[in-house]
């Protein structure tokens, strides 16, 4: 059987690459898409290992040879994700997570409509400057340019939010884990047909649901006030 593809976004820097870590040392058989990118490493990244890192004319063969889900450009260099990851991971049955940005995602959802949506949000304006800042400072670079472009781009990152199945706000890192597992726990028992009566079962379920994006309107709307988005379901 066709195993499940989650789709994670995030403006840059609100600790999605944390999160995702952390999920994968608790969630199994969860695959990663590791993406192409035409940027160039950051602090401790190692090739194949956080992205595969090509040059542009690579990157641009990969286009013109069709190897890509989708791609996008973002800061000035291109993103994509190889079709080989999916084709890998379905064939084994198992379930693949890709981290990529709100225009990536909108071309996932168009070609592969159940694609499970997950956008992550940092808690204010100041706590995303200063994840950013610290970010920076532990790679030995802080380049203010770079972190005002990344928080200019936030916003409209964030205007995309309601087009995610579910939505969740990085705020204590537990919880924020707490509830992404959950959420591909219950992706899980609900396509593989289990039983969701069962006591945790149910727990879980209430979990991911209480980050539907339906259900969570008095969590998110200080959020994205204090973004400048208004709420909608
Ligand atoms: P992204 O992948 O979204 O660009 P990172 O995972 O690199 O972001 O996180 C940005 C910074 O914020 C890192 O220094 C990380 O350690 C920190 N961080 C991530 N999540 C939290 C959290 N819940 N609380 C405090 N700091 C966090
Ligand atoms: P960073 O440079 O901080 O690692 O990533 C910048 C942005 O590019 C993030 O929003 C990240 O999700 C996005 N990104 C990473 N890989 C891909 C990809 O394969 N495709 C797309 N569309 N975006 C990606």
Redesign the pocket.
């Known amino acids: 059987m066709a195993g499940l593809l989650f789709i994670i976004s ?12 952390e999920l994968r040392s608790v969630e199994k058989n969860l695959d990663f898409s590791v993406s192409y990118t035409t940027r160039a490493p950051r602090g401790s990244e190692e090739n194949g290992r956080e992205y595969h890192f090509v040059p542009r004319e690579r990157f641009e063969a990969m286009i013109a040879e069709d190897e890509l889900l989708e791609y996008a450009e973002v800061f000035g260099s291109y993103y994509g994700t190889g079709r080989s990851a999916l084709s890998e991971s379905f064939a084994h049955g198992r379930d693949l997570l890709l ?1 990529i940005d709100v225009q990536g995602a909108e071309q996932v959802r168009e070609r592969l409509p159940e694609a499970i949506s997950i956008f ?1 949000l940092p808690p204010t304006p100041d ?1 995303l400057k200063m ?2 800042t ?2 920076s400072r ?1 790679e030995g670079k802080v380049e203010d340019s770079v972190i005002e472009r990344r928080l200019a781009k936030a916003q409209h990152e964030i205007e995309n939010y309601h087009k995610y199945k579910y939505v969740l706000v ?4 537990e919880r ?1 884990v707490d509830e992404l597992s959950a959420i591909v726990k219950a992706e899980r028992y609900l396509h593989d047909g289990d039983d969701l009566t069962r006591p945790g079962v149910q727990k879980v379920l209430a979990i991911a649901e209480s980050c539907r994006v339906s259900h969570s309107a008095e969590r998110l709307r200080p959020v994205l006030d204090a973004f400048g988005v208004v709420f909608s379901s």
């Open positions: 995030a403006p840059s820097g609100s600790g999605k690459s944390t999160l995702v870590h981290d992550i706590v994840r950013l610290n970010r532990a990085n705020d204590v890192l924020a």
